[in-house]
């Protein structure tokens, strides 16, 4: 990225184009007003606000969105502190089907408890869902969490917890809204995460990626291109090549079932509002798609994370 930020520095253009690249490069405005303008926050603040403005499509008021919870969506468990054969005996005495599996990416008809070389920890293990689907997938999984409760199940930094969410109906312009939303959110949701999962090997940021590359995509591959076709982002697009999926990757491990109730209603508010428009670079308390009662509940786990 050095190179980068040298070369945009070095162009023979004006103060107002070389702060557009450096922050679609990823750099923050007080770093962008430190290299162009000498520490002129103001001047950068106000590029900034017109690159939104050209960017943000905001949602007509009379449009109501519809954000009931029925697209299809699949889970990825990592944790550890318990063996693949009793938790699968457990699951199954709780009228959960599930097989214990070697490492594959095949999807299933039934939950499989699978080996993850990346985990740390005794008896560490993946549990992949089957594909769920709204309401009836969230009380199927609130059931896995009971069990694995039960059985003292344990997650620790090198666990995360992946989302897929279904993308057979996305349009091309939905997923630039998807990508640029979840970009213009990531500040946000990074404070809601915790420190290990705000710039991590396995969910990488999208700072780096530049909107304009992400406007300028013609089609899936492009926009795959621009994300490196590296499947370790936050936002994973290389799923959709092989389950017509995308899928989030930067939740950290838990069993915790409301932690995953309420991170699966938010990605299904991020896909709906995107197929509209793209949120901006905003607050927590005006994120468009989200009730009261999310946003309190995210407001209490910035406040947590950031004690």
Not at 37 to 50: A, D, L, M
Not at 82 to 105: F, P, Q
Request: charged share 25%.
């Amino acid at each position: 990225m050095n190179e980068q930020i040298t070369a945009i520095l070095s162009q023979t253009t004006t103060k107002t184009r070389k702060i557009e690249q450096l922050l679609q490069l990823g750099l923050t405005r007080r770093q962008v007003a430190d290299l162009v303008t000498n520490g002129n926050y103001g001047f950068v603040q106000n590029v900034y606000k017109k690159m939104l403005s050209r960017t943000v499509q905001t949602i007509p008021a009379s449009i109501q969105l519809d954000y009931t919870f029925t697209r299809k969506f699949g889970i990825e468990i990592e944790a550890y502190n318990c063996t693949r054969e009793k938790l699968a005996s457990e699951l199954r005495s709780a009228g959960i089907d599930v097989a214990v599996e070697g490492y594959n990416h095949t999807t299933r008809n039934h939950w499989k408890l699978v080996t993850d070389s990346s985990l740390t920890g005794n008896n560490t293990f993946e549990l992949v869902s089957p594909v769920l689907e709204g309401e009836a997938g969230l009380k199927e999984l609130e059931k896995v969490c009971w069990v694995l409760e039960y059985c003292d199940v344990k997650v620790n930094d090198s666990c995360g917890l992946h989302i897929h969410m279904d993308a057979a109906d996305f349009d091309l312009q939905t997923w630039k809204n998807l990508a640029l939303s979840y970009k213009h959110l990531e500040r946000v949701i990074d404070s809601f995460m915790p420190q290990s999962r705000r710039q991590n090997y396995y969910c990488k940021g999208l700072s780096s990626i530049s909107a304009a590359d992400i406007q300028a995509a013609q089609n899936i591959n492009d926009l795959r291109a621009a994300f490196g076709n590296n499947r370790y982002r936050k936002v994973n697009l290389e799923a959709y090549a092989r389950h017509r999926t995308v899928e989030f990757r930067q939740h950290s491990g838990t069993t915790n079932f409301t932690k995953m109730e309420n991170w699966v209603r938010f990605l299904n508010g991020l896909i709906t509002f995107a197929k509209s428009g793209i949120a901006a670079n905003t607050s927590l308390e005006n994120i468009p798609f989200l009730d009261e009662k999310q946003k309190l509940f995210y407001k209490l786990r910035t406040k947590k994370l950031a004690r």
